[in-house]
């Protein structure tokens, strides 16, 4: 079982492999995550991002269904929360106001994913203004 580092955490996952998405979705929850979605389309994670008034996080899937889910991206940036990236492509094919974020390989390591998303909800809690 996954230790609780996400304890409360909202994130969104967004993910168009039925069984990648469960997974994902089962292990932010082991590690304590409020988990949002799973989305499997660029229509439905645009309307939960739409819906969400609070998130910590996201985990988005690069490609969903040949759809990039950069505009979910874009969004989140303007929002300010951290997102992770899942690919199966070679990360540096992502666009230029993406490379500081995290991108994790398919077959995605769950314990590097977790880490990631820890990481970068970490490195946004230090960034936000008085802390």
Not at 9 to 25: C, G
Not at 102 to 109: H, M, N, R
Not at 110 to 121: D, F, H, M
Request: proline share 6%; with cysteine.
């Amino acid at each position: 079982m996954a230790e609780r580092t996400l304890f409360g955490y909202r994130v969104l996952v967004v993910e168009d492999e039925f069984m990648l998405a469960e997974d994902l979705s089962q292990e932010l929850t082991d590690a304590g995550a409020i988990v949002i979605g799973p989305a499997q389309s660029l229509t439905r994670a645009v309307e939960l991002l739409a819906a969400s008034d609070v998130l910590d996080a996201a985990v988005l899937d690069v490609n969903l269904h040949g759809e990039p889910v950069y505009p979910v991206a874009d969004t989140l940036l303007k929002r300010h929360i951290p997102f992770v990236f899942t690919t199966g492509y070679d990360p540096s094919v992502l666009p230029v106001r993406f490379k500081s974020v995290a991108c994790c390989a398919k077959p995605v390591d769950i314990t590097k994913l977790l880490e990631a998303v820890q990481s970068a909800i970490e490195i946004s809690r230090r960034a936000q203004p008085g802390n």
